[in-house]
């Protein structure tokens, strides 16, 4: 951490400063310049409190020199982190596509969808069963029978299921059914439910706060690690910005830039980060050319007739021309799919 | 509800949708342009699935017509809600302020922060006991602890007291020591927690997500009263923006808009909505000249002690300076305080 | 300026460093951590390439300590700067209207406008004669025709008047109309045009760009001035975020920091910053609350047949109204208008 | 356009609208709602104002239904145009690849640097000669003395030569250097700029404005296209978000978006777009998988010497490596380079 003295401060404010650090238990060091001075912390600084320090009578500004994350941080560990689903192995070689419907509606849709996807190359299939709706008058998911649809279909097709846990008294109804749990974007910083879900043994897809900078995912997953489980998949999902044409800004820099970050797998959902079917397939590539482990696609037998996400939605068939694009990417950098 | 076709689409295309939109019920209303045709749904729109008509074949866009929440609406109420705390309504003349620490820290320092505003003129202590924080390593609260000192120190100074609730499963609990419930801005779109709240009977200020617009922090107000709970307060506590220089940008155009479109009180969180005290007596008065029905303010007795957002407190003797410039602008337009 | 090695990296590398910045001219300071080193610039780092350093072997960050304005900044010329145009002085006790229509559409508008709003206490003109718009084939204002009405109108009723340049090759014919040149929002950083505008000695108008950080703001203001050109008003207009049911978001904070950071007057558009006209007269009542020097409104006596910015246009005894109740907020916060 | 009225607004105000409406030569079409009358305009909307009906009594809201650009729409050329400059085709099967650094400095930089570029394959030269710079104490450029060693490079190695035009008045100086003329970010929307240049007959490359819609750009080009010269290069650019980490945020669902909705070619600058080299190549691959049409690349031989941007250029080994990655990418997508 690093304390930037305002300009021609008193020597008194100086060392009311340096006294108070070093009383935290750190050793300081003093830079005199001819109108500030800085006062530079050596120690772990994540256990200094820096609002309070800005507060301090002569202190212009303090500057964070450690990054706030440590569990997440790849310097820490350096090699990738590998989480493995029936087989399919996020943070290696292969980009995993995880596809399926927004919500799940039926039995039958369910069953259309997951041979459907899994013909096309799919190795999860997703499906919301609880659904956060910005309406109270929307439609708000099937709860527990959607979980047992998805369990069925996971039976009958062998595809293993990601599905949506929405407040922490659902983690251990969920995890009986699910093999993966998704902490959508409106809970990315619902620090009860990343508490649970992080004393839970089950693998986790934390999404990208709408509105959330890459260091807050990254802080979000520390929750979940500090909590124990280790297994945290990062997902990009679009962040909300001025431009109106597309649901949401599809930030494909924050793909490189967590695979420099973080050990974790990096995975990107191109269904809202675009909000439009026509663009899923020009997202995808993208994603998998920028280096992402993974994909979550919406797929529907019948988006016209969807409960929810329609416009996002991909017929199967387009699915199976994405999917048939995307390998071809995918090889183009050294991986597969 | 109106469906813009594409250019040129095809009769059946437009029959197609005709037949859907009136098979749920609903009237239709044709226009037929130069270029294109344009499809009037007359009916309660909210009740139709506006995202799954725009996937459907030959369909351009598809524009609301009606405002999508009910409840908060001006519309159907058009007098201001009045919702009283011991005394003090919000959504009157008086202008009601709260105001208190980040977070409660021990009883000593709840008593002395409560008889300075208290003394100042403050109507309601704030302070909270569950708090959300970015970092898993930073201060979590006192948790019931705090709740206890909240209501001794109401105790001794009759002050009412507000406090955040972060879980479903803390509002029982919350409930029994506070006078009103706090949803924070990280909460405001978190389902399970607005239902919690709506089936409780205390007043609750719903804090705008700092991601969210207008309209969805009246849909969250909207999942409150849906279930019952009407006694909600509107708090607009600053957006995030490209501006970095202040801490979140105060949108204090929220204000005059949100006393258009709805009947609830209106209040600002000057604090976070710069998060820094040299800023937050401007930012109080601009409120209250804008319209605000109330304001909850952060106040240490020592900012640079505090465990929380020490850089936007204020000290007790700001404070008193506060209230008596923000008194000269309330009567200024034509309020008490 | 501080330089943030990289963790652990090489002695070789800091040497570089320091080598580098050594034969620039600056004095060093070394702060080694447990983990990093930290290398304290000395000097007027504004002559220091930022960039270039940032991109040296074992550089992590390299953080700015002075800010990158000078002529411009309060900690170069503490007292308020004050400008005056017909007797009327920017950044002093009184708080400064300029008033009128979007774009001068004829004399007997501007006319009519102009007795309007001189009767209802108005200080300044204003009126566009060259107008930029986003579409080529909407109305690009009357040019020197107009000109030719604000000078016309200025002689019948006295008040001075301020209208806009969008191009280096303006300025001179320009000049010899109008008594204060503005530079729009789309402008901010031409910097062309800033060069220009500071080369003639009429006070200039300079609206912060709609996605400018107030940093930006000041740094346009520094051109202008470092042409030789002190007289310089800046207007904060509103700001572009992701909320759509206004126009853009008035960045009310900018008021109160703008009058920490510089001792150029700062004034407020509530019209842009809102785009309607509804919401106009909160927000002049906010910004004056907040500390704003001056207002700029749009005023057309009849908003539904303007030739542009109808929305957010007063009708003349909306206006009445405005000033009325903006006056009891400027008296209650110590100042006149 | 579609004007949606107030609920129950009384018939005399539907009547106003109507009127004149018709009387400015357009037909119209009334749905009349149970709540609300909607007032459908039948002709070519783009010749009405929108705000000034906006503005008349009982109107709620004016929906455009036509997109306000023309030329520049597919609707209107539903093929690619293809923008030829020497032999290098823009909007066509290859990849166009456009490299240099940020600044001209010196006749041995250029020379040094065009080398490396051609013979890791780029089609075409960058450098700025007039460069926009936020502070006036940075450098500006070397003028016409950069522009001369430009030709020279030209000249000695056969690479056509972009470079970036500022005022309307360097605009026939530079285009007897320049093979394609740039508009920066900045001045996106600087109208008297984007005449100038329509009145050119050199190929024009606009950059998207860091704060501009998909919208915006469009608009902008079509300035450029009504002057005539229809030549109009697109550029993503990176969009000012939130997000901190990144210089700007790379909005990749632009391609896509832009590809729907222009005929015109679409490049992306990686460099800008990301403000980090270690993420430039990532970016690029991500464009071309896209659909990008181009790639505008900073490339300097030394970037920690640059004069400007050396945090984003790629030393010439590293461009190597990006273009044999990049064609890779391309060539997986059906594209050569």
């Given at each position: 951490m690093i304390i930037i003295m305002k300009m021609n401060t008193v020597q008194q404010n100086i060392e009311a400063v340096v006294s108070r650090v070093e009383k935290a238990g750190f050793r300081t060091h003093l830079s005199v310049g001819e109108e500030r001075t800085i006062i530079g912390v050596i120690g772990d600084e994540r256990k200094l409190d820096r609002g309070a320090i800005s507060r301090m009578e002569g202190v212009d500004r303090v500057v964070p020199v450690l990054r706030p994350f440590k569990l997440a941080s790849r310097d820490f560990q350096p090699e990738d982190s590998k989480i493995s689903i029936n087989g399919h192995v996020f943070g290696d070689k292969k980009v995993i596509v995880m596809a399926g419907p927004c919500s799940v509606e039926s039995l039958e849709q369910m069953r259309e969808t997951a041979v459907a996807v899994k013909e096309a190359g799919a190795h999860l299939l997703r499906g919301g069963a609880f659904k956060p709706r910005t309406s109270p008058y929307s439609f708000q998911g099937m709860g527990e029978e959607g979980l047992k649809i998805l369990a069925q279909v996971r039976e009958e097709t062998g595809l293993h299921v990601i599905t949506e846990v929405m407040a922490p008294e659902q983690v251990d109804l969920i995890a009986q059914y699910a093999d993966v749990l998704q902490i959508g974007t409106r809970n990315m910083q619902n620090y009860a439910l990343l508490n649970a879900v992080g004393q839970s043994n089950k693998p986790v897809l934390l999404k990208r706060g709408m509105m959330s900078t890459i260091e807050e995912l990254l802080m979000s997953a520390e929750y979940i690690?500090?909590?124990?489980?280790?297994?945290?998949?990062?997902?990009?999902?679009?962040?909300?910005?001025?431009?109106?044409?597309?649901?949401?800004?599809?930030?494909?820099?924050?793909?490189?830039?967590?695979?420099?970050?973080?050990?974790?797998?990096?995975?990107?959902?191109?269904?809202?980060?675009?909000?439009?079917?026509?663009?899923?397939?020009?997202?995808?590539?993208?994603?998998?050319?920028?280096?992402?482990?993974?994909?979550?696609?919406?797929?529907?037998?019948?988006?016209?007739?969807?409960?929810?996400?329609?416009?996002?939605?991909?017929?199967?068939?387009?699915?199976?021309?994405?999917?048939?694009?995307?390998?071809?990417?995918?090889?183009?950098?050294?991986?597969?799919?």
């Open positions: 690690m500090s909590n124990g489980n280790h297994k945290v998949i990062l997902c990009e999902r679009g962040i909300r910005t001025f431009e109106k044409y597309t649901r949401n800004t599809l930030d494909i820099n924050a793909v490189p830039v967590l695979k420099e970050l973080t050990h974790l797998p990096v995975v990107v959902d191109p269904s809202h980060a675009t909000g439009k079917w026509t663009l899923v397939k020009a997202a995808s590539k993208a994603a998998v050319a920028a280096g992402a482990d993974g994909l979550i696609i919406e797929v529907h037998p019948n988006p016209a007739e969807a409960l929810s996400d329609g416009e996002q939605s991909l017929k199967p068939h387009r699915f199976v021309e994405l999917m048939s694009e995307v390998r071809r990417v995918a090889e183009a950098v050294g991986r597969t799919i």
